[in-house]
């Protein structure tokens, strides 16, 4: 099968994919995954979401660190194409999702029948592969974590990006006044055009005085949850805004900086911080990622979010597709899809 396997860290977008230097090679003929156990599926893959974490794990620096070689890749979408004797819950041919630690970025990938998600026949499949880490996510965090309820007020950071949108759908999905923070024009209006309550443009604004002139014109006491993917400065920044009782989203650091949050003043105001590596769920709290994705599937199925998809790229043009994670040009997710020979610009 063809599959792109990661022989040495690097930066896999310093050169394209089938130049020596580049750390990821297509190889042609890798192994076909063979089924282990009699409950396992063996699925076809249809499409695969790339993920800010994929990204790192490539360069060496995600928090876990795979032995060479690996294929790299987690969420993804896809048709059973072998199923053990054991198999009750899928037949071949059923359409499927799923998420995985390493694997997706291949033409087959094995999957106890356990972790996989039947996609409803009115979901685009390219849709279904991006949703489990991105929305799935903000899902936990904002639902499971902060339990955010009508009325609050939720600020994003990193709105335009694959898991920000996300959290802006579900924060609208849960009746928060929603803000959000982005860069740059195209990624404004697109906020804009989903009914956020207020958007700040980085490229042009200071986000503070923005945020508190906002809630001074809503009567609002100060930002209840602050859901963060970025890090750094904007994190610290934030901090000037959040209300009393105040939570904090720890989702990410795609600035590059980890900030550092003065406990001090989370004692005084009360604050929560929390946590979220959303992966280790499904080691600690598997129930908690499987109810997730089924609202999430359900979601989708009846047009309570969509899955905004600014690139689609082919396995062999996987440098680009990280480079547009890299330089910060996606808008919402880039997907990889397994049965285009040639990478195409899409929009859904």
Request: aromatic share 6%.
């Amino acid at each position: 099968m063809e599959a792109l396997v990661c022989r040495k860290l690097g930066d896999p977008t310093a050169t394209e994919t089938d130049n020596p230097e580049s750390p990821v090679e297509i190889s042609k003929n890798f192994p076909i995954p063979p089924l282990t156990s009699d409950t396992e599926v063996r699925v076809k893959v249809t499409a695969t979401s790339l993920n800010y974490a994929n990204y790192l794990q490539i360069l060496g620096k995600y928090q876990e660190k795979p032995p060479l070689p690996f294929i790299p890749g987690s969420d993804y979408s896809g048709i059973v194409e072998s199923i053990g004797p054991s198999v009750t819950k899928f037949r071949i041919g059923d359409r499927v999702c799923s998420f995985a630690g390493l694997g997706s970025f291949a033409q087959f990938i094995v999957s106890d029948q356990s972790q996989l998600f039947l996609v409803p026949e009115r979901c685009d499949m390219v849709a279904a592969a991006a949703l489990p880490v991105a929305f799935g996510t903000s899902h936990v965090a904002l639902v499971h974590r902060a339990r955010l309820t009508s009325g609050q007020v939720l600020m994003v950071l990193g709105a335009a990006g694959g898991v920000g949108l996300s959290a802006v759908q579900i924060g609208k999905i849960c009746g928060a006044i929603v803000i959000a923070v982005a860069r740059g024009t195209e990624k404004i209006q697109l906020l804009k055009s989903m009914g956020v309550d207020h958007v700040v443009d980085l490229g042009s604004e200071n986000v503070i005085l923005s945020v508190k002139e906002f809630i001074k014109k809503r009567k609002l006491k100060g930002v209840d949850v602050l859901y963060d993917p970025v890090g750094g400065k904007l994190t610290k920044e934030s901090m000037k805004v959040l209300n009393w009782g105040a939570q904090i989203l720890v989702i990410g650091f795609a600035s590059g900086e980890v900030p550092v949050i003065p406990v001090n003043i989370a004692l005084v105001k009360n604050w929560t911080v929390h946590g979220l590596y959303w992966g280790s769920y499904r080691i600690h709290q598997p129930s908690v990622l499987e109810d997730s994705i089924r609202e999430l599937l359900s979601w989708l199925a009846r047009g309570l979010i969509t899955i905004h998809i600014s690139h689609t790229y082919s396995l062999s043009q996987a440098n680009l597709a990280f480079g547009a994670i890299k330089d910060r040009k996606a808008i919402g997710k880039v997907m990889i899809a397994l049965d285009h020979k040639t990478g195409l610009s899409s929009k859904l």
